[in-house]
Nanobody, 125 residues
Framework: QVQLVESGGGLVQAGGSLRLSCATS????????MGWFRQAPGKEREFVAAISWNGGSTYYADSVKGRFTISRDNAKSTVFLQMNSLKPEDTAVYYCAASEAVPYPYSATRAYDYWGQGTQVTVSS
């Protein structure tokens, strides 16, 4: 069992930046691929970014490519999402997720085994 706790959300103006963190506890963090998803009101949860167990591979949704960066610190059992040049359409609850196996595809919610409770990100225009 893995517990995931997101933090770092908040209210920011368009063009601003936020850094989300997802602290994990339980089993060995380095065994898991990690992902970030988001869900806006009235919409389905959508893929944002993912990172392999050792950080060697990263994946991004087209909508955030070039603006967001996913990273991980296995020594601190934490995954990060640096969000720059934020837009109002980035407003959503952001969730981190962990996968015990190599998630396939990385963008599918069904590929992940554990989820955090989410952190709200609101971007004002």
């Amino acid at each position: 069992q893995v517990q995931l706790v997101e933090s770092g959300g908040g209210l920011v103006q368009a063009g601003g930046s936020l850094r989300l963190s997802c602290a994990t506890s339980g089993r060995t963090f380095s065994n898991y691929a990690m992902g970030w998803f988001r869900q806006a009101p009235g919409k389905e949860r959508e893929f944002v970014a993912a990172i392999s167990w050792n950080g060697g591979s990263t994946y991004y949704a087209d909508s955030v490519k070039g603006r967001f960066t996913i990273s991980r610190d296995n020594a601190k059992s934490t995954v990060f999402l640096q969000m720059n040049s934020l837009k109002p359409e980035d407003t959503a609850v952001y969730y981190c997720a962990a996968s015990e196996a190599v998630p396939y595809p990385y963008s599918a919610t069904r590929a992940y085994d554990y989820w955090g409770q989410g952190t709200q990100v609101t971007v004002s225009s």
